[in-house]
């Protein structure tokens, strides 16, 4: 997979997708992820995920959003170099990357904090 499939598996699937830069990479941004399990279920969060034009695409094991979901620190979270207002959450992905399997370990990941 590249992640143009992933991107493209987004938009078919009604995510908004924007893009952002920082720190020398750019960002694909996923706008309003619901979350539908967990402690914050029924609110939406942003996801950054750092883009990449390696082929095989390898995710990194990243999830930045945007508001912060659990305390700094905690849960294996930090600083996000896309900014204050976002939080890095590191969670490996260890599964062969598809599309719909990625987007399914980022819900994931949302729904376990």
Same mark, same amino acid.
């Given at each position: ?10 938009? *078919?699937?009604? #995510? %908004?997708?924007?893009?952002? /830069?920082? @720190? ?8 309003? &992820? +619901?979350?539908? *399990?967990?402690? #914050? %279920?029924?609110?939406?969060? /942003?996801? @950054?995920i750092m ?6 695409? &390898? +995710?990194?094991? *990243? ?9 700094? @620190? ?16 590191s969670r ?5 990357p598809t ?15």
């Amino acid at each position: 997979m590249i992640i143009d499939e992933f991107e493209q598996h987004l938009v *078919a699937t009604g #995510h %908004a997708v924007g893009s952002a /830069d920082a @720190g020398g990479n750019t960002y694909v941004i996923i706008k309003a &992820v +619901p979350i539908s *399990a967990g402690a #914050h %279920a029924g609110k939406t969060c /942003d996801v @950054g995920i750092m883009r990449s034009t390696a082929n095989p695409w &390898v +995710p990194q094991a *990243a999830v930045h959003v945007r508001p912060h979901l659990v305390a700094m @620190g905690q849960a294996s979270s930090q600083a996000s170099p896309l900014g204050a207002d976002w939080q890095y959450l590191s969670r490996r992905f260890d599964k062969t990357p598809t599309a719909k399997a990625f987007l399914a370990h980022i819900l994931t990941v949302l729904g376990e904090l």
